[in-house]
């Protein structure tokens, strides 16, 4: 089973850098499958350590897909990397073993403290429309526009039968990154 999260690290310069990315569990390790190249490999492979966030504020998934980066975060103490001031919870990890290949790394993560700063409300389809829109946004490049625009039709009822702002905000950004996509496709075959 994998798991929508947002993993958080510090680069080098002590800054932070935040990603979604599935995650699934074995045995008691986290397993993070980061395509390369990722700034989120090279930041564990070098620190060791990255937070699991797990929220539910989808504009989290939708703001990096769109370029955003000015992310709620909290400095943990002892340069241990940040957390998203918004999660249902986090967990700091370490790294514990990486397994290697040419496209992706697995890396095995224990979990090292969990922390719970709020509840988790109930599923909502709207949040789940918009992790799905996120992945679409993201491969853009490798999906046919049929496609992309049979499942942004199909996406659109849950946003508008239970989204809040929240949701809206993060739809009406990648909605956005779509039309700006069709522009450039556009311009191009007028070439
Ligand atoms: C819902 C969702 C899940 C994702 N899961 C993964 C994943 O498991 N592995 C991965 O490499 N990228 C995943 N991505 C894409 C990364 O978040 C994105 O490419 C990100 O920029 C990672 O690259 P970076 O570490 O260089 O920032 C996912 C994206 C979304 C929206």
Same mark, same amino acid.
Request: glycine share 4%.
């Given at each position: 089973?994998?798991?929508?999260?947002?993993?958080?690290?510090?680069?080098?310069?002590?800054?932070?850098?935040?990603?979604?990315?599935? @995650?699934?569990?074995?045995?008691?390790?986290?397993?993070? /499958?980061?395509?390369?190249?990722?700034? %989120? !490999?090279?930041?564990? !492979?070098?620190?060791?350590?990255?937070?699991?966030?797990?929220?539910?504020?989808?504009? @989290?998934?939708?703001?990096? @897909? %769109?370029?955003?980066?000015?992310?709620? !975060?909290? #400095? !943990?103490?002892?340069?241990?990397?940040?957390? +998203?001031?918004?999660?249902?919870?986090?967990? %700091?990890?370490?790294?514990?073993?990486?397994?290697?290949?040419?496209?992706?790394?697995?890396?095995? *993560?224990? /979990?090292?403290?969990?922390?719970?700063?709020?509840?988790?409300?109930?599923?909502?389809?709207?949040?789940?429309?918009?992790?799905?829109?996120?992945?679409? *946004?993201?491969?853009?490049? +490798?999906?046919?526009?049929?496609?992309? =625009?049979?499942?942004? /039709?199909?996406?659109?009822?849950?946003?508008? /039968? %239970?989204?809040?702002?929240?949701?809206?905000? #993060?739809?009406?950004?990648?909605?956005?990154?779509?039309?700006?996509?069709?522009?450039?496709?556009? =311009?191009? +075959?007028?070439?």
């Amino acid at each position: 089973m994998i798991y929508e999260v947002i993993i958080s690290t510090m680069n080098e310069d002590g800054s932070s850098h935040v990603a979604p990315m599935g @995650v699934s569990r074995k045995a008691d390790f986290v397993v993070l /499958k980061p395509f390369k190249p990722s700034k %989120t !490999l090279e930041n564990i !492979l070098t620190q060791k350590t990255a937070v699991m966030n797990i929220v539910t504020d989808v504009r @989290v998934f939708a703001g990096v @897909v %769109t370029g955003r980066s000015n992310f709620n !975060l909290v #400095a !943990l103490p002892c340069d241990k990397g940040f957390f +998203l001031k918004d999660a249902l919870s986090y967990l %700091t990890l370490s790294l514990a073993e990486i397994h290697d290949d040419e496209i992706r790394s697995t890396l095995y *993560m224990n /979990k090292v403290d969990v922390f719970h700063l709020s509840s988790f409300k109930g599923f909502n389809r709207a949040q789940a429309a918009i992790i799905e829109a996120s992945v679409l *946004m993201s491969r853009l490049d +490798l999906l046919s526009e049929d496609k992309i =625009k049979q499942e942004i /039709k199909y996406l659109e009822i849950a946003i508008s /039968k %239970t989204a809040g702002r929240k949701e809206i905000q #993060a739809w009406e950004w990648l909605m956005e990154k779509y039309e700006n996509h069709c522009r450039e496709k556009e =311009k191009k +075959l007028n070439c």
